[in-house]
């Protein structure tokens, strides 16, 4: 059993680390804030805001958690939030008409996943597994759901040309869009398979190195590491295939 002090990776004793602590975070932000600013490729803005956001909802949670994990109902209140966080910012990113459907990729995407392995009995059923489970599907679900809503958006805008000339040699519009935008929607799921295919070679990701910090065995967090980029791939599918149905139906349209 490998067990390690998890006090080692970052250093918080007094009031000196914090300060510390404070300054490297928001010097980091603000360097990617003045690079982007520089390059023409952000505002500046979005980056600051970003670290200031995750700083107060990051305290926040760390308030409200121990409640949350206490109650199954306060768990599943919990996760409903985070959908429906995530389904309002790939709706914003994707300048959708209505910030209601991206819910139905991203919950369909996460949920059942996350069911799935608790079903089978791979994690343990209770919510101190089920809120940090659904909260990875939950992410990488609206990763998906953003990539693919916009590239299949912008692909149809871009290509508006092809689509009414497929339209008038006889093809039904969802053929018609889905000839445009199915290569799009591939696209969205390029970061989760390069994720999965380097795993230990170019990162260690969090579950993994979580689960040894927590005294597990190499093995152990080898194995729960494999079923969450398992997860992440099912999710990710899901919610690139509903999205793309969703924009060639003309249920998800931009602004």
Not at 22 to 51: C, H, N, P
Not at 153 to 168: I, V
């Amino acid at each position: 059993m490998l067990a390690v002090d998890s006090t080692a990776l970052i250093d918080l004793d007094g009031p000196q680390a914090y300060l510390r602590l404070v300054l490297v975070v928001f010097a980091l932000a603000a360097f990617a804030a003045a690079l982007r600013y520089r390059a023409q490729i952000g505002d500046g803005r979005s980056e600051l805001t970003a670290v200031l956001r995750a700083t107060l909802q990051l305290g926040v949670v760390g308030l409200i958690i121990a409640a949350v994990l206490e109650s199954w109902w306060l768990t599943a209140a919990f996760v409903a939030l985070m959908v429906g966080v995530a389904a309002w910012t790939s709706g914003s990113r994707m300048q959708a008409t209505s910030r209601l459907w991206p819910l139905v990729p991203i919950a369909l995407g996460a949920l059942p996943v996350t069911a799935s392995l608790l079903l089978v009995g791979l994690l343990p059923l209770a919510p101190i597994s089920v809120i940090p489970t659904a909260g990875i599907l939950v992410g990488n679900a609206m990763t998906a759901t953003t990539l693919a809503g916009r590239r299949c958006l912008e692909r149809l805008d871009e290509r508006h040309g092809q689509y009414q000339a497929a339209l008038a040699l006889g093809l039904l519009p969802r053929d018609s869009a889905l000839l445009i935008t199915r290569n799009a929607a591939r696209l969205a799921l390029v970061p989760g398979l390069d994720q999965t295919r380097t795993v230990g070679l170019v990162t260690l990701p969090g579950a993994f190195v979580g689960t040894l910090l927590g005294g597990a065995s190499p093995l152990e967090a080898a194995a729960l590491q494999l079923v969450v980029l398992a997860g992440i791939l099912a999710s990710q599918s899901i919610a690139a295939t509903v999205t793309l149905e969703l924009v060639v139906t003309a249920r998800l349209r931009r602004r």
